[in-house]
């Protein structure tokens, strides 16, 4: 890449950040994302905030991977808390799963879905992914034994 070329690459940061400043989220991901090797990470940040404030999870993740900055866990397990309450499943599991949820979180969806018939092996699937730990390898030992 030559001067001229950083110069721009350089500019075109500034520009994204202007538009992030002003609330134009989308044409600043499309900077940020062109001349992603020089964004700072406060940048990053910044954008997944206000992706996060607009709901636009999705996005926020997708930045995260990108700027290589930290999901915002707590803002997502929130959000998967609030559909729970709502009995919205489907969106809580995914919310919990990107926001990488506690035991207690999966146990209560797990309770929550074993309480209706119709929701049995989706139960089950998630205890065995979440709360059911590996048999230990003394168990294992012995049952092989036998």
Known sequence: MGP???????????IGRGYLEHGF?????RFFVRNAALVEKRDWNLL???LMDRHRIVDAVRVCELGDVPVPCVQLLALGDGY??????????????LGEADRER?????????????????????????????????????????
């Open 4 to 14: 001229k070329s950083m110069h721009a690459s350089h500019s075109a940061v500034l």
């Open 25 to 29: 989220l989308d044409v600043a991901m």
């Open 48 to 50: 997944v905030e206000r």
């Open 84 to 97: 729970l309450r709502r009995k919205d499943f489907e969106g809580a599991i995914r919310l919990y799963e």
């Open 106 to 146: 999966w146990a209560r969806v797990v309770d929550l879905l074993a309480a209706r018939p119709d929701q049995e092996r989706r139960a089950i699937a998630l205890a065995e992914r979440y709360l059911v730990r590996e048999r230990p390898e003394v168990e294992l030992g012995l049952a092989a034994a036998s």
